[in-house]
T-cell receptor, first 115, second 115 residues
Framework: AQTVTQSQPEMSVQEAETVTLSCTYD???????LFWYKQPPSRQMILVIR??????QNATENRFSVNFQKAAKSFSLKISDSQLGDAAMYFC????????????FGGGTRLMVKP | EAGVVQSPRYKIIEKKQPVAFWCNPI?????LYWYLQNLGQGPELLIR????????DSQLPKDRFSAERLKGVDSTLKIQPAELGDSAVYLC?????????????FGEGSRLTVL
């Protein structure tokens, strides 16, 4: 079974600065998808960014980018120019590229943004 | 377009009482998930539906939990009788079926408190 580990329970960043959230995963598969979800206090999970394992290029969405290291099974999220609205729980998730389509989540990292 | 709708958002009951949660997925989404999220942790899959068929319910405690998705649209998750340890947020998510990147869309969740 796949496991996803987020080793940082909490992170803090100054507004306008850059922060990196870590994620590692364990799998024996070669094809899969990785995701970062944001969960603000309202609780609704929102997709931030996705990465297909077969793509070597790191995904980027505006201020959000990932550092995908397939061999190391690492998938970190970088948030540039942090804003107060970025404060939330961030979950790393893995999905196998098979009929299961089940997301396995990490334990989450709480990001605090200081004004 | 409406997102995933869940109700109730909050429910407080005494132990041994029954409780039910309802989910209306995004229109056209064939796959529906129920996740359990304990405080400060990542979501864990309870059950997955493909249309009206439960195709992955291995994590559902079947002695007290039940779920149904009649007609392959709305879904209900029931707990009877509830225990103190069932206090958590119950998240519903849906996904468009077929080959795609696998993005799940989440509802706001139903927070259950068992006294």
């Amino acid at each position: 079974a796949q496991t996803v580990t987020q080793s940082q329970p909490e992170m803090s960043v100054q507004e306008a600065e850059t922060v990196t959230l870590s994620c590692t995963y364990d799998t024996s598969e070669s094809d899969y998808y990785l995701f970062w979800y944001k969960q603000p206090p309202s609780r609704q999970m929102i997709l931030v960014i996705r990465q297909e394992a077969y793509k070597q290029q790191n995904a980027t969405e505006n201020r959000f980018s990932v550092n995908f290291q397939k061999a190391a099974k690492s998938f970190s999220l970088k948030i540039s120019d942090s804003q107060l609205g970025d404060a939330a729980m961030y979950f790393c998730a893995y999905r196998s590229d098979n009929a299961g389509n089940m997301l396995t989540f990490g334990g989450g990292t709480r990001l605090m943004v200081k004004p | 377009e409406a997102g995933v709708v869940q109700s109730p958002r909050y429910k407080i009951i005494e132990k041994k009482q029954p409780v039910a949660f309802w989910c209306n997925p995004i229109s056209g989404h064939n796959t529906l998930y129920w996740y359990l999220q304990n405080l400060g942790q990542g979501p864990e899959l309870l059950i997955r539906y493909e249309n009206e068929e439960a195709v992955d319910d291995s994590q559902l405690p079947k002695d007290r939990f039940s779920a149904e998705r009649l007609k392959g649209v709305d879904s209900t998750l029931k707990i009877q009788p509830a225990e103190l340890g069932d206090s958590a947020v119950y998240l519903c998510a849906s996904r468009l079926g077929g080959a795609n990147t696998g993005e799940l869309f989440f509802g706001e969740g139903s927070r259950l408190t068992v006294l």
